[in-house]
């Protein structure tokens, strides 16, 4: 369960970093995450369903590692698609805001949805899977419990407050 945890607060700090970077270099309006804290949680759930995923199907399926792949590639990208268009539905109904809209993109399914994103998430996942994970695998051990737990403490803080200020 710490390994989770720890896999989900990581990938949402990098998800924050990056995205922060996005903002300041180039996309300048973009809204980059609805928390105050240092993450954005849609990239730390995304992280454990693409780490799950993977250890199901390179564990559990008897296939060549290229069909095993392909399999990941394609689970992950309709996985992360609903958890994005999930992710902005919540964030609607309870901010009653649309943070991103994909509705300018060609493609699209609704305003959370879009294939060259879908796509993103397919191929980013692969990136995860064969080189992020290994590298923050190591790391992660590493991680005393006590600032897991609180990494959860200050997160729901943050969910707490984000909420009432915001809403």
């Known amino acids: 369960m710490y390994y989770y945890l720890n896999l989900f607060f990581i990938n949402s700090f990098i998800g924050f970093l990056l995205e922060t970077g996005l903002k300041t270099f180039f996309f300048h309006d ?3 995450g609805i928390l105050f804290g240092p993450w954005i949680p849609v990239y730390g759930f995304g992280a454990v369903i693409i ?10 399926l008897k296939i060549s590692k290229l ?8 689970v992950v990208f309709v996985l992360l698609s609903l958890l994005e268009w999930l992710g902005g539905m919540i ?8 943070f991103w809209s994909y509705c300018d993109q060609k493609y699209n399914l ?9 796509l993103l998430w397919g191929g980013a996942s692969l990136l995860l ?3 992020i994970l290994p590298l923050e ?7 005393p419990r006590f600032i897991t737990i609180l990494a959860v403490v200050f997160f729901l803080i943050d969910c707490g ?7």
């Open 30 to 32: 973009m809204n980059n």
């Open 51 to 60: 780490a799950l995923v993977s250890k199901f199907i390179f564990h559990r």
């Open 67 to 74: 069909w095993k792949t392909v399999l990941l590639f394609f």
């Open 91 to 98: 964030i609607e109904a309870l901010f009653h805001k649309e």
């Open 110 to 118: 609704g305003p959370y949805i879009s294939l060259g994103m879908s």
């Open 129 to 131: 899977v064969y080189v």
């Open 137 to 143: 695998e190591k790391f992660i051990k590493k991680i």
């Open 161 to 167: 407050v984000t909420y009432f200020l915001t809403s």
